[in-house]
T-cell receptor, first 115, second 114 residues
Framework: GDSVTQMEGPVTLSEEAFLTINCTYT??????LFWYVQYPGEGLQLLLK?????DKGSNKGFEATYRKETTSFHLEKGSVQVSDSAVYFC??????????????FGKGTKLSVIP | DSGVTQTPKHLITATGQRVTLRCSPR?????VYWYQQSLDQGLQFLIQ???????AKGNILERFSAQQFPDLHSELNLSSLELGDSALYFC?????????????FGSGTRLTVV
């Protein structure tokens, strides 16, 4: 089946550092790709998405580009803040038949930003 | 507040018992998804309902079952509980069955089996 592989964490960065979290996927079709963020004690929140090749999703200074040729969707931010400390999940939409889709998630990457 | 409401927030129960987790989707959303989040397995898809009907099953154990009611709220029933069932259980919703839609997640129910 389809799957998502994320870089293992935890990742610790100083404030204002550049962030990259790698994500690659395996899919038989052409999935939509997503990044979700989970703050401590909360549910997952949609951060950004891209629905076709070469699309760039962006939100709150985070960006990710859907690269079909490398089956990747790496998350980047130019200058992280302490408030960005969270767990980040890469996900793809997975067709399960009967017209239904579910999201398949990577294992998550924990980011800690220190002042 | 995401608009998806899960109750209870925390649940502690003994092995062998049965519990029911409840989810109210965001207003207007017809699809409900249940996920289990554990440290070793990550986020695992359990089951999906759309407008009252089961649409897809993932890695859901036979001891687990779910349903979606006419008012669209959903319940996840876990029975003959084992220590390994301890996890965070998330409900998510979206308005349509569409690959391009993301989900709106609730804040989860933390189940501890002792």
């Amino acid at each position: 089946g389809d799957s998502v592989t994320q870089m293992e964490g935890p990742v610790t960065l100083s404030e204002e550092a550049f962030l990259t979290i790698n994500c690659t996927y395996t899919a038989t079709g052409y999935p939509s790709l997503f990044w979700y963020v989970q703050y401590p004690g909360e549910g997952l929140q949609l951060l950004l998405k891209a629905t076709k090749a070469d699309d760039k999703g962006s939100n709150k200074g985070f960006e990710a580009t859907y690269r079909k040729e490398t089956t990747s969707f790496h998350l980047e931010k130019g200058s992280v803040q302490v408030s960005d400390s969270a767990v980040y999940f890469c996900a793809l939409s997975d067709y399960s038949g009967a017209g239904s889709y579910q999201l398949t998630f990577g294992k998550g990457t924990k980011l800690s930003v220190i002042p | 507040d995401s608009g998806v409401t899960q109750t209870p927030k925390h649940l502690i129960t003994a092995t062998g018992q049965r519990v029911t987790l409840r989810c109210s989707p965001r207003s207007g959303d017809l699809s409900v998804y249940w996920y289990q989040q554990s440290l070793d397995q990550g986020l695992q898809f359990l089951i999906q309902y759309y407008n009252g009907e089961e649409r897809a099953k993932g890695n859901i154990l036979e001891r687990f079952s779910a349903q979606q009611f006419p008012d669209l709220h959903s319940e996840l029933n876990l029975s003959s509980l084992e220590l390994g069932d301890s996890a965070l259980y998330f409900c998510a919703s979206n308005p349509v069955v569409d690959a391009n839609y993301g989900y709106t997640f609730g804040s989860g129910t933390r189940l501890t089996v002792v």
